[in-house]
């Protein structure tokens, strides 16, 4: 597959310290002089962007004159605390810089893809894959931090007679959480990128613009769709009652 650009200055920045951490972990890179991969420098990317956006409505951080960034900041963090009010409940505080990061993260990784030269990390099932292990794993540990090990009757069913069935049948219904996270998210931003990709090739002028805008909405209603099933899942997990 070729290099972005990006792609390739990380690799000869890092390619030495990547292929280190890669050799330590039992992994060999199918190109030593080229270690890091294309959605991994997206993601990379996607870090940074969001890093210098928070920076930016750190500095011009303002009561009487808000900026641009800060209005978009406070417009996103007002819809995640509305939408997890709704679905968590009124004591949603402590879950909502982990949504607002998952919202962000997600969103750029979706619509960085529509920029000439960059491809969206998402469309590589291994990014759908990481941001689903990491809701399912947060949403498990806020489950035992908030119910200590009652949270595990949960898993065993309204009666004790009933726990030899219902614990496997929880156990696979809880991982096919993250199954469907995954597949939901890549398949969507993948067929965008693909459907975009070809109209660009067979007709570049006009028609893709179309499909610009359709992966547009599947890129913000992709992000809204993952955040919200982490919602519920977590409301699920928080619930005072097991």
Known sequence: MEQLFFTRLLNQLFAGPAN?????VGVTPKLADAPITNFVAMEVLVVLLIIAFFALVRLTLSAESPSAPQHMLETVREFVVAQSHEVIGHHTEPYIAFLMT????ILIAN???LIPGFESPTSNPAVPLG???VAWLYYHAQGIRKNGIAYFKHFLGPVWWLSPLMLPIEIISHMARAMSLTIRLFANIYAGDLVTM???SLVPIGLPVLFLGLHLGV??????IFVLLTMV????AVAEEH
């Open 20 to 24: 280190a951490i890669l050799h330590a």
């Open 102 to 105: 998952l919202t962000f993260f």
């Open 111 to 113: 619509l960085i893809g």
């Open 131 to 133: 941001l689903a292990l």
């Open 198 to 200: 070809v109209f660009f």
């Open 219 to 224: 890129s913000f209603l992709q992000t809204y």
């Open 233 to 236: 899942y977590l409301a699920g």
